[in-house]
């Protein structure tokens, strides 16, 4: 059974940066594409940044691009969001995902690739 567990999540100012970690668990790790969404209150759930089971391939929503950075350290099952320059509407709860699919090499920005989601970390940004 695959289990995903996100911190760092916080409340923060406009401008500042937060690093969240997805711990994952219960299969190869680092054979599997990985990504972030987001969900605002009265919105749908949305893509933000994926990344290869690799490592080697990454890809970031537009709004987000630039100011946002996925990495993953496989040794240590492990995903991170680095986020910078954070703005009021990057309010949302965060969630990481791990693909279905064997993904060394891919990744994907829909969320009917992704069959295991974490509990979710609240990230908040205060103007």
């Known amino acids: 059974q695959v289990q995903l567990v996100e911190s760092g999540g916080g409340l923060v100012q406009a401008g500042a940066s937060l690093r969240l970690s997805c711990a994952a668990s219960?299969?190869?790790?680092?054979?599997?594409?990985m990504g972030w969404f987001r969900q605002a209150p009265g919105k749908e759930r949305e893509f933000v940044a994926t990344?290869?089971?690799?490592?080697?391939?990454?890809y970031y929503a537009g709004s987000v691009q630039g100011r946002f950075t996925v990495s993953r350290d496989n040794a240590k099952n492990t995903m991170y969001l680095q986020m910078n320059s954070l703005k009021p509407e990057d309010t949302a709860v965060y969630y990481c995902?791990?693909?279905?699919?064997?993904?060394?090499?891919?990744?994907?920005?829909?969320?009917?690739?992704?069959?295991?989601w974490g509990q979710g970390t609240q990230v908040t940004v205060s103007s």
């Open positions: 219960g299969r190869t790790f680092s054979s599997y594409a």
């Open positions: 995902a791990a693909a279905s699919a064997y993904s060394r090499n891919y990744y994907y920005t829909s969320y009917e690739h992704y069959a295991y």
């Open positions: 990344i290869s089971g690799s490592g080697s391939r990454t």
